[in-house]
């Protein structure tokens, strides 16, 4: 765990890290700054890496992409995720949300994760996508493999063999939705995937690899992320009980309490970048080529920008944190992400008259230095 989130404020603001050779950014104004200036940190890290990785993986990944590229897939998605046309998905978002619940309602306790923060968001993105909801349990094991396979590149990277970027897990992905947008042509359908299928940029249509990679993208940011926020809201509410009595009686303070939860225990607990050039960064020269992380989840607990960074308060606002990232590379699900932790958080008030952890079966974090969230939640609901 790192040390900010028990309390600790980062010595350095910017330090390199001799062993993994990339430079740690830990302040607010800072990677504000970063995230503010693409053209300097560029996002296609792979540039660092070169031949690591096949062209066919890469198109299509908004998160490794800059400039032009980026503008252009970006607007051409952007509109699948706006505050308004994901408002369209309340209903059926608050419809599987009660399914779900349906199912442990006689029970006294419950699993979180299990339950319902995983499940709830896989479902919403395959049928968004247009994709079988039932293959859900394949797609877990593509995002454990995911996981484990940028676990491993962080252990490997100090080794001149470990260079590599490992993308080798997305292979099966693609050739899932190779096939799915191979149908979409044939026979369209109301779904994303048809729209990405058929979409144009200046009279150009989107390639296979562009569709295939986008597609798996969403598929995998659009759950686990989501999946951690709301366990991470729940662990918070459960370790401050008097706000979670209050979030109980006035409900227009769910909104700020997942906002705080995102500051709190940020899910995605950073942004990487390249160097393209010399740059300074709180007084620290970085050389051009540098891979460069920058700390959205300590930047969230800077006490130059937040009162009381390391006290939980769910009344809390404004609260700018970081958590979606900020700039041309704000996360493009932020608004989905938001609904749906809102509906369940909800219906798990709602419905429940408890949620607490019980001491005798903690809750178990992911161990993963990007990802802050719990992989097991159980809970005491009555
Ligand atoms: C980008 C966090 C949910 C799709 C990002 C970034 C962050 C983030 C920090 C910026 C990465 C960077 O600057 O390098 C989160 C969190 C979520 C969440 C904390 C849940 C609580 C979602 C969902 C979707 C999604 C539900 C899709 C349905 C994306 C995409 C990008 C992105 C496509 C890349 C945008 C770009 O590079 O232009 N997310 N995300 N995310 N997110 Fe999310």
Redesign the pocket.
Known sequence: QHAWLRGQQPEATVEYDEKQRHWNVFGYPETVDI?ADPATFA?DVTRLYPDSIPESLKDGD??L?DGAD?RKL?KLTVHA?TPRTVADLEPRITEICGELLDKVAEQERIELVNDLAYSL?VIV?AELLGVPSSDRDMFREWADEMLAAQMEWFDKKDQPQGEQMPLDFTAPISDYFREHANERRKRPRQDLLTRLVEAEVDGERLTDDQVTTFAG??LT???I??T??LGNTVVCLDAHPEQQARVRADRSMVPTAIEEA?RFL???AH??RATTTDVEVAGQRIPADQLVIAW?SAANRDPRQFDRPHAFDVTRDPNPHL???RG???????P??RLE?RIALNALLDRFPALHTDPGDPPVFMEHMSFTGVRRLPLRIR
Not at 328 to 334: E, K, M, P, R, S
């Open positions: 995230l996002s908004l998160t992409m980026h970006r995720f968001p993105i993208l969403l940011a659009g759950h992320t989501t951690m926020l995102l940020s899910p995605v942004a990487i959205m958590g979606f990232g041309v590379h704000f996360c493009l699900g932020a989905l992400a932790s």
